[in-house]
């Protein structure tokens, strides 16, 4: 048993990308989507993200079994609202945000009625909106599922078929233990990407023009995760506070040691610190999470 | 009026390219190469990085008019010490190190009588070794020559020559200033991303095994750059231990900014911080320093 009608409010990286790859690999399920921008919606129609392009949230909702918020996590609260008085009492909520306490209080919250599951694919790309999205952007990235407590166990079984069918792979953790993990593998490295690249744009003696014609130096990496979209990152470390907070303080210690062991010139501190941070490379490439070609395979540009 | 025959010194990642690229495009001049490390230099023979290579810099250098240190910037002094009875006198000597000031003054104390001109192709992979050059690794990406005072503006346009025709493109600035604009562009970024990568692999409440799985979220493109050379990078920090500590300086303030206004909960600063960023993308781009893909043109693996 599959769902058969999934609703998609929000049609940007995300959103559009289930509902290519629902497409794809689930010809069967009918989509209906919205979003709250008439361009989005517009282009979501040309680009045929979903089945149907609905001209309200409560209207998308209306039939779903599955109802997916792809919105920031700021705008979950007033999304799930506007579903509150249409979408049927059986409907699953689930959404894709990176944070999932603040997430899964304000989609129980509006919908007391509905099973709440929320889910977080692990999965994007630097850029947003209705053009940014592709069938594959799952395949091979974990989606992980944290239902809570009491939650029906053939509803977070069904949700995760759903999530394989679209290529991803399927782990389950408590919320607030996924919101330590990712406040470590995705938050903290956004925080520090967009710090050094507002870094490097206020220098005085170096010109901006400088920064950008020596990028390749290591800098344009930073760049690529500093250009993911600005509301969506301001409401992850809004909603998810205490776990970057307490991230940060770690990272800060480590990079307070290594400026020490600069500033005395103890070179076999360096060393030994540089050379043991290769295994993690090696272990993301062997389990499939990063491309194994140098410089992820950027062609000659 | 070109270069006839040039010495490498070091057969690794941009060794090893700059042997390939002039074989592609450079046809008449003849190469010679060293390593210290013999599986490197049996490598190197296999992969015909060079035309011949010798058992010995000084073996090698015996008859260039161009030498080139493609060792760590900590290496250069005894690799130079090396050819010091062998080398010619009208030889220009150069290198490819990330670190200007400190090179040159190792080079041109061992090499009195030469012409020492620094350079500093801004290139280069995670990888490392005899395996790991390719002839187009320079195609589009800036060199920076950093002349001494007084020093011949013939040699100069010569080895601007040369590199051009490597597919490069030239810039001259002096080396005080190289070594701040690499402190901000090459140098912070990989302290930043070997530290991140050592805090999440020290976590106690999140696995190593975590963060391998959820790295795609934006931990893993620091493992790309934390995989870098552990001995050319311990290297770097020691010989631009004043630029990087300024800019580390300056990078740490505005960390704690953000930081305060995640605790204070001031969504505004953090969009306002994170909506410019996206600008030094763009122009990144638009100036052919790096690939205009999603995610870099990672295919899906």
């Known amino acids: 048993m599959s769902f058969t009608r999934v609703a998609i409010i929000g049609l940007g990286l995300l959103g559009g990308s289930i509902g290519l790859a629902v497409r ?41 079994d599955l109802v997916i918020f792809c919105v920031p996590p700021g705008a979950m609260a007033a999304a799930a609202r506007a579903i509150a008085g249409s979408v ?19 989609l129980t919250a509006e919908l007391p009625d509905n099973p ?21 952007l799952f395949r091979h990235r974990w989606c992980i599922l944290t239902p809570p407590a009491g939650a029906d166990p053939a509803l977070v079984a069904k949700l995760g ?8 792979r399927i782990e389950q953790m408590d919320a607030a233990h996924h919101d330590r993990v990712l406040a470590v593998t995705s938050h903290l490295p956004h925080l520090i990407a967009y710090t050094i690249v507002g870094t490097a744009s206020d ?29 969506m990152w ?10 970057v907070l307490e991230m940060l303080q770690r990272f800060t210690e480590d990079l307070t040691a290594l400026q020490r062991a600069i500033r005395v010139e103890d070179g076999a501190v360096l060393f030994d610190h540089f050379a043991r941070t290769r295994a993690v490379r090696r272990s993301i490439i062997e389990q499939g999470q990063d491309d194994a070609r140098a410089d992820f395979g950027r062609r000659d540009h």
């Open 88 to 106: 049927p009492g059986h409907a699953v909520i689930s959404d894709v945000g990176s944070c999932k306490l603040a997430v899964a209080r304000a």
């Open 24 to 64: 794809e690999n689930l010809a069967q399920v009918r989509t209906t989507g919205f979003d709250l921008d008439p361009a989005t919606r517009r282009r979501a129609g040309e680009r045929a993200l979903v089945d149907h392009v609905c001209d309200s949230a409560a209207e998308a909702a209306a039939q779903a």
């Open 234 to 243: 301001r409401d992850v470390f809004l909603a998810n506070k205490d776990a």
């Open 161 to 168: 078929a759903f999530w394989e069918a679209l290529g991803a």
């Open 116 to 136: 709440v599951i929320p889910a977080h694919p692990v999965a994007g790309t630097e850029q947003s909106g209705a053009d940014a999205g592709f069938a594959t």
């Open 203 to 231: 220098l005085e003696e170096v010109t901006q023009s400088e920064v950008i014609k020596y990028s390749a130096g290591g800098f344009r990496d930073f760049t690529r995760i500093a250009a993911s979209d600005p509301v």
